[in-house]
């Protein structure tokens, strides 16, 4: 069992920046491939962004492409989003998911454990 909680989200202005973090506990680490994903009220849940076990490979999505950056902490248990030059179509409940093993995916159904989420609001 992993456990995961997210933190660091907020409500920011139209070109503002937000770090999330998502702790990981329960298991190594290190052999779970990690992902974010996000909700929008109305819409479904989407992928944001990937890294795998070393941090090697990382595939965003095409709205993040540019402005968010993947990256984790293997000895701190922790991934993180950092999200520069965000947008009020960025305003979603933010979750960061796991998945034991090398294959990094965008898609939701293949992750094992994921996080309550944590909500990101940009105003106008």
């Known amino acids: 069992q992993v456990q995961l909680v997210e933190s660091g989200g907020g409500l920011v202005q139209a070109g503002g920046s937000l770090r999330l973090s998502c702790a990981a506990s329960?298991?190594?680490?290190?052999?779970?491939?990690m992902g974010w994903f996000r909700q929008a009220p109305g819409k479904e849940r989407e992928f944001v962004a990937a890294?795998?076990?070393?941090?090697?490979?990382?595939p965003y999505a095409d709205s993040a492409k540019g402005r968010f950056t993947i990256s984790r902490d293997n000895a701190n248990n922790t991934v993180y989003l950092q999200m520069n030059s965000l947008k009020p179509e960025d305003t979603a409940v933010y979750y960061c998911?796991?998945?034991?093993?090398?294959?990094?995916?965008?898609?939701?159904?293949?992750?094992?454990?994921w996080g309550q989420g944590t909500q990101v609001t940009v105003s106008s």
């Open positions: 329960g298991r190594t680490f290190s052999n779970y491939a």
């Open positions: 890294i795998s076990r070393s941090g090697g490979n990382t």
């Open positions: 998911a796991a998945r034991e093993g090398a294959i990094v995916t965008p898609r939701l159904s293949v992750y094992d454990y």
